[in-house]
């Protein structure tokens, strides 16, 4: 499954709950309904203070085909959407974000870990936007990630799912990939990975302190931006199985 991941920055004169208002009642009813998009989701920031960005909004397709032609690719801004509501959610973006302060990320998801059967709504992600180590090439990069770390971060204590999400496009796309992870609680999560702003937290938790440390061995950490947030399935026209 291919998936756009859009990191939402309102704009200069609105504030979070102006931005929140609007995205929720005027631009996600259409963004899910775009040409293509299979499924849809919104993460909105458990702490908007303290948050990196004012919210997520991942939107699944089947082929990455139908990515571009809604979304652009990977670097493209100004693009010129050919599908009617597309066109229309690109427009539309206009009113809310500010567009250049808008990290996006394009790539194809792989699941590690499910223990809810795809069923995502109302648990709290943890959302890692990876960037590699100076001196590390992007195979590199993946080949740690894949073999090393991702078989540790799976079995963090209280995480119910966890997905990495693979560039399509590694030499334009804005991160090294994205790591989600998924907690019934909040507290779970923020024992686990620290809570918004953290970067220097000390987990409690075995597997946890393993990880937290091991990410040292390839990543950037502080080019690394994260996104704490709930998780809401707007739209799902894909089983468990399609995954």
């Known amino acids: 499954m291919y998936k756009h991941v859009a990191c939402l920055v309102r704009k200069d004169d609105m504030t979070h709950e102006e931005f929140t208002e609007y995205w929720k009642n005027e631009h996600s009813p259409l963004a899910k309904d775009i040409e293509g998009v299979v499924r849809y989701h919104t993460v909105y920031p458990n702490d908007p203070e303290n948050s990196e960005f004012d919210g997520l909004a991942e939107l699944y397709f089947e082929t990455l085909d139908d990515l571009h032609e809604a979304l652009g690719s990977e670097g493209s801004r100004d693009y010129d959407p050919t599908r009617e509501v597309a066109a229309a959610a690109r427009e539309d973006v206009n009113n809310f974000l500010a567009i250049d302060e808008r990290p996006r990320f394009i790539g194809e998801e792989k699941v590690?870990?499910?223990?809810?059967?795809?069923?995502?709504?109302?648990?709290?992600?943890?959302?890692?936007?990876?960037?590699?180590?100076?001196?590390?090439?992007?195979?590199?990069?993946?080949?740690?990630?894949?073999?090393?770390?991702?078989?540790?971060?799976?079995?963090?204590?209280?995480?119910?799912?966890?997905?990495?999400?693979?560039?399509?496009?590694?030499?334009?796309?804005?991160?090294?990939?994205?790591?989600?992870?998924?907690?019934?609680?909040?507290?779970?999560?923020?024992?686990?990975?620290?809570?918004?702003?953290?970067?220097?937290?000390?987990?409690?938790?075995?597997?946890?302190?393993?990880?937290?440390?091991?990410?040292?061995?390839?990543?950037?950490?502080?080019?690394?931006?994260?996104?704490?947030?709930?998780?809401?399935?707007?739209?799902?026209?894909v089983d468990a199985e399609g995954y």
Do not use: C
């Open 112 to 237: 590690w870990k499910d223990e809810v059967d795809g069923d995502t709504d109302g648990l709290y992600k943890h959302s890692a936007f990876l960037v590699r180590k100076d001196g590390m090439t992007h195979e590199e990069f993946r080949d740690y990630w894949e073999n090393e770390h991702s078989p540790l971060a799976k079995d963090i204590e209280g995480v119910v799912r966890y997905q990495t999400v693979y560039p399509t496009d590694p030499e334009n796309a804005e991160f090294d990939g994205v790591a989600e992870l998924y907690f019934e609680t909040i507290e779970d999560l923020h024992e686990a990975l620290g809570s918004e702003g953290s970067r220097d937290y000390d987990p409690t938790r075995e597997v946890a302190a393993a990880a937290r440390e091991d990410v040292d061995n390839f990543l950037a950490v502080e080019k690394r931006p994260r996104f704490i947030g709930r998780e809401v399935v707007q739209k799902d026209e």
